[in-house]
C-alpha cells in the first residue's frame, strides 16, 4: 500500500524551529518528486517546497526561502521540511505528496492526501 505519513508539527513560538517528517511506505522516495504543502484556515492548500526525484532539485514558495530547507533520507525513506524563523503566518496544516513537476518549477499534487501534521506559531 503506497502511504505518506506526515509527523513534526507542533506549537513553536514565533522565530522557532521545526522538523517535519514524510515517511513513505509503498515506494521509495527517490522514485518520484515529493512536495510539502501547507493550508491555513479558511485558506486554499498552497505548495511550500518540492524535491525532484533526478537530481534533488529543490524550490521553495518566496514565503519561506531562506527560512525552509526540504531534504531527502533515501536510507530512512523519508523527506525532511526544516522549517526555522517561523512566524504566525506559517501556521497551518502541513502535507506531504508525491508530486509531478513541470518545465516551469510547477508542481502538482499526485496521490490522495494523508491527515497532515499541525503546526501552530504563536506566543
Known amino acids: 500500500q503506497v502511504q505518506l505519513v506526515e509527523s513534526g508539527g507542533g506549537l513553536v513560538q514565533p522565530g522557532g524551529s521545526l522538523r517535519l517528517s514524510c515517511a513513505a511506505s509503498g515506494f521509495t522516495v527517490d522514485y518520484y518528486a515529493i512536495g510539502w504543502f501547507r493550508q491555513a484556515p479558511g485558506k486554499e492548500r498552497e505548495g511550500v517546497s518540492c524535491?525532484?526525484?533526478?537530481?534533488?532539485?529543490?524550490n521553495y514558495a518566496d514565503s519561506v526561502k531562506g527560512r525552509f530547507t526540504i531534504s531527502r533520507d533515501n536510507a530512512k525513506n523519508t523527506v525532511y521540511l526544516q522549517m526555522n524563523s517561523l512566524k504566525p503566518e506559517d501556521t497551518a496544516v502541513y502535507f506531504c505528496?508525491?508530486?509531478?513537476?513541470?518545465?516551469?518549477?510547477?508542481?502538482?499534487?499526485?496521490?490522495?492526501w494523508g491527515q497532515g501534521t499541525q503546526v501552530t506559531v504563536s506566543s
Open positions: 524535491i525532484s526525484s533526478s537530481d534533488g532539485s529543490t
Open positions: 505528496n508525491a508530486v509531478r513537476l513541470d518545465f516551469s518549477g510547477n508542481y502538482y499534487p499526485l496521490g490522495s
